[in-house]
């Protein structure tokens, strides 16, 4: 059998791999924000990762990148031709439940025996696994992580050159679970070094309403209190303004948008220490009433509003 390493279909892949794989890996990351955002996302979401997959890492054209034929999530072809059945479930569906990917691969199977088309594979856009039906069983392809920070050269074998040719040194293939999710860290906000100050503000980190790392100054950010703890008038207003809308024409990136709910009710205790809600009334400040609104809206006012 030839040497693929030696297939010049092989190094230009390879290449667009290797140029490829950040870009991939930063849209994918923008694409499950929705997932981190309500703690689930869709089917197509997944959907959209393996189309940025094929289409910009890998090189099938969107032409050829056929969705729902005959009731399979993704059909990939060349020429009309049927490759490759995927097989798509909602993001960390099936990464770590072995009940769930032996369904998916029964699913795929059945409708590439209906389609006869020889290859499927299975993914929820963390995992993607690939194998050929042979008679009396099949031969693994492709099992690639899609978070990983190195691109995976093995992605060659789903390409317009690697789809057809049969895999034999397919050891690293072999379909296998991935490790737990490592679940979002809060402690990651815990002060722990009281004496340290910001060198502009010259406050301690417990006076900012965020702080990723309490020992790293250019982590903590929107400062709300007082050298004392007390609640500082002129800045708190400044610190929900910078969330809610802007704050001198800038919008706030520093931070991440999993902590943002945990910050407004920061914000928002510290509202209710200097007796700004609950807002109500037509003199009400606007931006006090943004803050109670959108406490509602994240379901974290009774958080901060006495009962």
């Given at each position: 059998m030839t040497n693929v390493e030696t297939l010049a279909s092989y190094r230009h892949c390879c290449e667009r791999l290797t140029n490829e794989w950040r870009a991939f890996g930063a849209k994918r990351e923008e694409r499950l924000t929705q997932e981190r955002r309500f703690g689930t996302a869709s089917e197509k979401v997944a959907e959209n990762i393996l189309?940025?997959?094929f289409t910009t890492v890998l090189d099938w054209s969107l032409a050829d990148y056929n969705n729902q034929v005959s009731y399979a999530d993704i059909v990939l072809t060349r020429?009309?031709?049927k490759h490759l059945l995927v097989e798509v479930k909602r993001p960390g569906a099936l990464t770590w439940n072995q009940r769930s990917v032996d369904a998916a691969l029964m699913q795929a199977h059945r409708y590439a025996d209906e389609q006869k088309v020889r290859s499927v594979a299975i993914s929820d856009g963390v995992m993607l696994y690939a194998r050929d039906h042979i008679p009396g069983g099949h031969r693994d392809r492709v099992f690639v992580r899609l978070d990983q920070p190195e691109p995976p050269l093995d992605l060659w074998w789903l390409s317009v050159d690697g789809i057809y040719r049969p895999r034999n040194d397919d050891e690293h293939a072999?379909?296998?679970l991935l490790p737990s999710a490592?679940?979002?860290?809060?402690s990651a906000v815990a002060i722990q070094e009281e004496n340290l100050l910001h060198p502009k503000y010259h406050l301690p980190a417990t006076c900012f309403a965020y702080v990723g790392n309490a020992a790293?100054?250019?982590t903590w950010?929107?400062?709300y209190l007082l050298d004392d703890g007390q609640p500082d008038s002129a800045r708190l207003p400044k610190a929900i303004q910078a969330i809610l809308s802007n704050y001198r024409g800038a919008h706030l990136s520093s931070i991440p948008e999993v902590a943002i709910p945990e910050v407004l009710v920061?914000?928002?205790?510290?509202?209710c220490q200097t007796g700004k809600l609950p807002a109500v009334g037509p003199n009400a400040p606007r931006v006090y009433m943004q803050l109670q609104e959108t406490l509602d809206q994240l379901g974290r006012l009774a958080d901060v509003l006495p009962a």
């Open positions: 189309e940025d997959l020429l009309g031709i072999v379909l296998r490592p679940a979002f860290d809060q790293d100054v250019r950010h929107l400062p920061t914000l928002g205790l510290a509202a």
